[in-house]
């Protein structure tokens, strides 16, 4: 099976950069993911790690360290529409049929102050 | 392309009544995926479509669920005899290469009463 850890709630200010982590353990690891989700909507994609080190793409990068079971999420320049849970989603591929299942975590809630 | 579509947004059904939710995917993503969610909680995987074939379930879902996706295009996802228990968003999401992620529906809400 899979753990996945992530802290529930983070504040940050409007301007800042915050680092939200991810904690996973799991016997097949194949990739990891980041979702995005505002309340009451569904998750959409935000970054793909399968090999060590950080991935950038505009405000968002993306760090992951197979070894240590360890990822996380950095927003820069953060903005008020930044707030929403950021999902962390692990794929494993002891999946039988093909399918190597991804498991989500519970999300990390990031509210942004002015 | 519109992205994933779920209908219905919203249901309320009373408690052993059947519902079916229908996705349809992106044309052109071959793999169809089906989540719950409950609040403050993330995605659980309830099963997953290549084409049209089912080919992992989870051991979460009782006999109450099934899912089928005729022809590789659109699937849907029957309750049957609902639960309150059952009451959750349900997400289908579509991916074409795994390294693109999912792309998600906007779900359907289920509330039994």
């Known amino acids: 099976g899979q753990n996945i850890d992530q802290p529930t709630e983070m504040t940050a200010t409007e301007g800042a950069i915050v680092q939200i982590n991810c904690t996973y353990q799991t016997s097949g690891f194949n990739g990891l993911f980041w979702y995005q989700q505002h309340a009451g909507e569904a998750p959409t994609f935000l970054s793909y790690n399968v090999l060590d080190g950080l991935e950038e793409k505009g405000r968002f990068s993306s760090f992951l360290s197979r070894s240590k079971g360890y990822s996380y999420l950095l927003l820069k320049e953060l903005q008020m529409k930044d707030s929403a849970s950021y999902l962390c989603a692990v794929r494993d591929r002891t999946g039988s049929g093909g399918y190597q299942k991804v498991t989500f975590g519970t999300g990390t809630k990031l509210q942004v102050i002015p | 392309d519109t992205g994933v579509s779920q209908d219905p947004r919203h249901k309320i059904t009373k408690r052993g009544q059947n519902v079916t939710f229908r996705c349809d995917p992106i044309?052109?993503?071959?793999?169809l995926y089906w989540y719950r969610q409950t609040l403050g909680q993330g995605p659980e995987f309830l099963t997953y479509f290549q084409n049209e074939a089912q080919l992992e379930k989870s051991r979460l879902l009782s006999d109450r669920f099934s899912a089928e996706r005729p022809k590789g295009s659109f699937s849907t996802l029957e309750i049957q005899r609902t639960e309150q228990g059952d009451s959750a968003m349900y997400l289908c999401a579509s991916s074409l290469e795994v390294a693109y992620g999912y792309t998600f529906g906007s779900g359907t809400r289920l509330t039994v009463v």
């Open positions: 044309s052109e993503h071959n793999r």
